[in-house]
């Protein structure tokens, strides 16, 4: 009997998995446009998903079409791992046969996933991929942000010339792209820029334990914390870091920027400064305001950095397929690369060689709450 | 430097008796039942996500919070026994472990589910707040709470274990299932008990936890619950005061090993496991010694 | 050569044509899911051998893997890729330097991986039962650890990138009847019954003068042989690895595979494998968005693996014995089948 119960659950088992994928296959549609979306919607950097994804479904509601055909997003979890990056993009180029790609959201998961579209050519547009490394050489390539030495730049340029600061300690993430990129490029103008740096610590991401590598940074005596790692660990460092009396500013990247690190990080994280790509208070454009307006009503808070970055990459592939006048992958990225002065949310964007020239934002917590402190134009 | 080895003892302490609390759950299943509960470090998460939940979405105060939490958590291991152990009570070891390893993704799969992967803030109750400053060593007040907290409640474990007729039960059916069984004691209720101890020390270990790292998340579980495995064979497994033991010497090595060697840092958790393996390898009844192994197969 | 040879032969024929009509008709999708398939049951098959076969109860096949997959990885990999890609420390010169085409790369992963397990068996089998699940799951972490840590070997989290993807079909599934044909061959010999008895009955296979310590090293060897391998072949598939493709759940996923086919049958895990792999690819869609006429389904990443864990404990109360239980396919059964089913119809 109990054999019988196993075969027969067994076989529900099989059936079951083969109905869902047959009516995913049957139901999807030939004639849109079909764009894969790969964001982190689960774990280490899960915020980054969730924020862009509501971007990207306001972009999506402000603009449903492009040439007259529907617009079907395909969205897949990258689960915050490389290795899954690059099986999500597989799947989506070779099973869903999608004509472009959205995302991945950190450096780590587009490199993985950019040999899949440069061999299938697939045009791939990632929000907020801020590495050099993923343009260069690649012609399938696009990114919605600045890039890496441009933000380390003015993170060095902001701590010498407005924090007056000489000394710096950086904490590193050895486990990101992101995080090892950056952290050369503010050393590099750092050090130009007559600074010195005088400790040097790794963390890995999902850690949670600090205290070994605060131990390592106090007796260096530092006058800020450059931190270029992802919000959670932010985070928990301040937190610790001010238990030990580590009370120093730091002064983080675009990977601070998220409501999360305020609410894990409480009153720790006041004072911390970081580098971005966009804040509400400086809209200029008209679409940024009928997008803020948008999101506020659909979601009752204002769009953050990754939910702009993400309706830009949307709003700048549905100018881009309006511009190529085909929905053929190739001439579709043409047309992306070709991108100039587009009127986007995070401000006016040219693409060169796929990276985009836009200011950055410095934005500072004060009073758990994100202010805007000014702009930085390249 | 000798601030630092001080302020790193106390760490040590302070981890120490978190992986202890949790290592008593495991040592007393495995006592019971002569199985890994793989997903008793799953349940140590289960603990924080029902504190948060109460302080959270049902407004409790703290206190009230927290105890819910421990409740509820003990009698979702006693399920977990029930639904998913017991009809396979008598199976070999192998089935039992896979069954366990079941669970645990189930748990973890199903909090990931339910409240998304995204990490939550843990709020973190107002008697843990602040931090005392005493010429250079910084100690949160929530280190000093933890191992007091789990001290008391060793002795209290300890206390039942011996004076009491569950407790006498319990270590009956640890020597010898079978024969307890037959000298008409209801041996399902005492195993349900044992979990249920088990995991309520496991949700105060969870929100002792997540008051100290307020983030969490439902993959939360797996490193601290290896570990406090680790920390149950080390001190003998089988053993309530050596799961305690072992997870106090387990912390305090963890901390030294970094302070001493700090580019070792990353090395910290391969450390439990070596020690784990070379324990196994020469000592396998542990610190305590006490001869458990009965064959099942 | 008799009949049984001389059908296995052609089976084998058929199985290559069939391969032939895939990789020139199938989407490039589905030949993934296929290589996938292969290596995942070339890491079953060795896994069982000395789980099921020699009943030693080991969670070890993920550091195997990841031994296996650096190892081939690095060597494959050209120096001045290797240069490019370690970029917080530098390579370990000797590493940086070396360089092998694809067979003699994984060729050597299998050894490195051998030895491996031929230095972990000595610790390793000195324990029994429970404690040597816990040894080889511990050693499965360390490899874990050290990966992340090691940076001049195997540049830590960041992982290895753009590896050659030279893994196809032919390399995929040839290793695969490599690989059974060589665990069929020791089931078949003195030394498989060996290792059963071993699994049977430990105490009395030492009191019939077997060498049980021997016994189980081969088992153990020859698994991590293969383990390695499979290793290398997944690593030229995907063309990046990083610690985290070799986490315990690495093994979770072989535990259930060869439990559901039955420990102890090659036949099942075969089964079981193709089952479980490709269940799991069409189980990938409760984990995202459909959408049916105008309205979409939210996707619930997650909910896939919740089915997963429920199936694994429901096998584990209601069907301990798996598909194949401790039973082979053979020429002989088939027939009988055959012709029991022709006498009983007509």
Request: aromatic share 12%; hydrophobic share 50%.
């Amino acid at each position: 009997m109990k054999r019988t119960l196993f075969k027969t659950v067994f076989l529900a088992f099989l059936a079951l998995s083969t109905v869902g994928f047959s009516i995913s296959k049957v139901f999807a549609a030939s004639n849109d446009i079909k764009v894969g979306v790969v964001f982190s919607m689960t774990g280490p950097v899960a915020s980054f998903g969730q924020s862009s994804w509501q971007g990207l479904q306001v972009a999506k509601e402000i603009m449903p079409t492009a040439l007259g055909k529907k617009i079907d997003l395909i969205l897949v979890d990258d689960q915050g791992d490389k290795v899954q990056a690059a099986n999500a993009v597989n799947k989506l180029v070779y099973d869903n046969k999608v004509d472009a790609i959205i995302g991945p959201l950190i450096s780590g998961n587009v490199m993985s996933a950019t040999p899949i579209v440069e061999k299938a050519k697939i045009p791939l547009i990632t929000p907020t991929g801020t590495n050099p490394l993923l343009t260069q050489g690649k012609k399938y390539i696009s990114r919605a942000c600045f890039i890496d030495p441009f933000q380390g730049k003015v993170a060095a340029i902001y701590a010498i010339k407005n924090l007056h600061v000489k000394t710096a300690a950086i904490v590193i993430d050895s486990a990101q792209d992101y995080s090892v990129g950056l952290a050369k490029f503010f050393e590099e103008n750092f050090k130009k820029l007559g600074g010195k740096i005088v400790a040097k610590t790794f963390i890995q991401t999902g850690e949670s334990n600090f205290s070994a590598q605060i131990a390592a940074i106090k007796p260096a005596n530092p006058q800020i914390i450059y931190m270029p790692c992802y919000y959670q660990e932010i985070a928990l460092f301040a937190r610790q870091a001010r238990e030990f009396g580590l009370n120093q500013t730091i002064l983080a990247g675009d990977g601070a920027d998220e409501e999360a690190l305020i609410k894990v990080g409480g009153k720790a994280v006041n004072g911390l400064t970081f580098t971005t790509g966009f804040a509400p208070e400086a809209i200029k454009t008209a679409i940024g305001k009928k997008f803020e307006a948008a999101y506020k009503a659909k979601y009752n808070k204002l769009p953050d950095n990754f939910a702009a970055l993400a309706a830009d990459s949307y709003f700048m592939l549905v100018n881009a397929i309006d511009r190529a006048k085909s929905d053929n992958p190739i001439k579709i990225n043409t047309a992306i690369r070709e991108t100039k002065n587009f009127q986007g949310v995070t401000g006016n964007i040219t693409l060169v060689n796929g990276d985009a020239i836009k200011p950055a934002v410095i934005k500072k917590v004060e009073n758990s709450k994100f202010v805007y402190a000014t702009s930085i134009n390249p | 430097m000798l601030t630092t080895i001080l302020q790193q003892l106390i760490n040590g302490i302070s981890a120490g008796s978190l992986y202890a609390l949790v290592a008593i759950g495991y040592t007393m299943v495995y006592g019971v039942l002569r199985m890994i509960n793989f997903a008793h470090g799953d349940i140590l998460m289960v603990g924080a996500y029902l504190a948060f939940f109460g302080i959270s979405a049902f407004m409790l105060p703290w206190w009230a919070s927290f105890i819910t939490a421990i409740i509820i958590t003990g009698l979702v291991g006693v399920l977990m026994e029930r639904l998913a152990y017991k009809p396979i009570r008598n199976a070999s070891r192998v089935s039992l472990l896979i069954t366990a390893v079941g669970v645990s993704f189930f748990l973890e799969n199903l909090f990931l589910v339910l409240f998304g992967g995204v990490p939550k803030a843990f709020p973190i109750a107002p008697i843990f707040h602040g931090v005392l400053n005493y010429n250079q060593i910084y100690l949160p007040v929530v280190s000093i709470y933890t191992p007091i907290i789990a001290l008391a409640l060793l002795y209290m474990l300890l206390y039942i274990l011996h004076n009491t007729k569950y407790g006498i039960a319990m270590r009956s059916i640890a020597l010898d299932i079978d024969t307890t069984s037959l000298m008409g004691i209801n041996v399902d209720i005492v195993i349900s008990l044992v979990f249920f101890i088990g995991s309520s020390l496991a949700a105060v270990g969870g929100i002792l936890w997540s008051t100290q790292y307020p983030s969490i998340n439902p993959l939360m579980g797996i490193m601290p619950g290896l570990k406090a495995f680790a920390a149950a064979v080390l001190g003998g497994i089988g053993d309530v005061a050596g799961a305690a033991i072992g997870g106090l010497v387990l912390g305090i090595s963890e901390v030294l090993i970094v302070a001493f060697f700090p580019s070792l840092a990353g090395y910290k958790d391969a450390f439990a496991f070596l020690l784990l393996i070379l324990v196994l390898l020469f000592k396998p009844t542990g610190i305590m010694g006490k001869e458990l192994e009965r064959k099942r197969f | 050569m008799n009949r049984n040879v001389i059908l296995t032969i052609f089976s084998i024929i058929l199985l290559f044509v069939f391969l032939y009509y895939a990789s020139h008709h199938f989407s490039k999708y589905t030949i993934i899911i296929l290589n996938n398939i292969a290596i995942t049951m070339i890491l079953a098959v060795s896994y069982n051998l000395i789980n099921g076969i020699t009943g030693q109860f080991s969670l070890a096949p993920n550091g195997f893997a990841a031994v296996g997959a650096y190892t081939a990885a690095l060597l494959s990999l050209t120096p001045a890729q290797k240069q490019a890609m370690f970029i917080i420390d530098p390579i370990m010169p000797i590493l940086g330097s070396i360089h092998l085409p694809f067979l003699p790369a994984l060729i050597v992963a299998g050894l490195v991986t051998a030895f491996f397990g031929f230095i972990l068996g000595f610790p390793v089998f000195r324990t029994r039962g429970d404690y040597l699940a816990i040894v080889t799951l511990g050693f499965g972490i360390v490899i874990d650890i050290v990966a992340n840590n090691a940076i001049t070997i195997t540049n830590g989290p960041l992982g290895l990138k753009g590896i050659s993807n030279y893994t196809n079909v032919w390399w995929s599934y040839g290793w695969l009847v490599f690989t059974i044909f060589v665990v069929m061959s020791i089931i078949n010999s003195s030394y498989g019954r060996a290792m059963k008895a071993i699994r049977d009955d430990e105490d009395a296979a030492i009191a019939m003068g077997i060498n049980t310590f021997k016994m189980k090293m081969i088992a153990f060897i020859v698994g991590a042989f293969f383990q390695g391998v499979a290793g290398g072949l997944l690593a030229h598939l995907i063309t990046t690895i990083s610690p985290t493709l070799f986490t315990f759940f690495l093994t979770f996923n072989l535990l259930v595979i060869i439990v559901m086919g039955g420990l102890g049958s090659i036949t099942g895990t075969v089964i079981s494998t193709i089952v479980i792999v490709w269940g799991s690819e069409l189980l990938r869609v409760f984990d995202q968005p459909m959408h049916i006429f105008n309205f979409t389904t939210p996707g619930i990443p997650g909910l896939r693996m919740i089915i997963f864990s429920l199936l694994l404990i429901f096998t584990m109360l209601f069907a301990r014995e798996g598909i194949m239980g401790k039973k082979e396919f053979s020429w002989e059964w088939l027939f009988s089948v055959i012709k029991g089913g022709k006498k009983n119809g007509k």
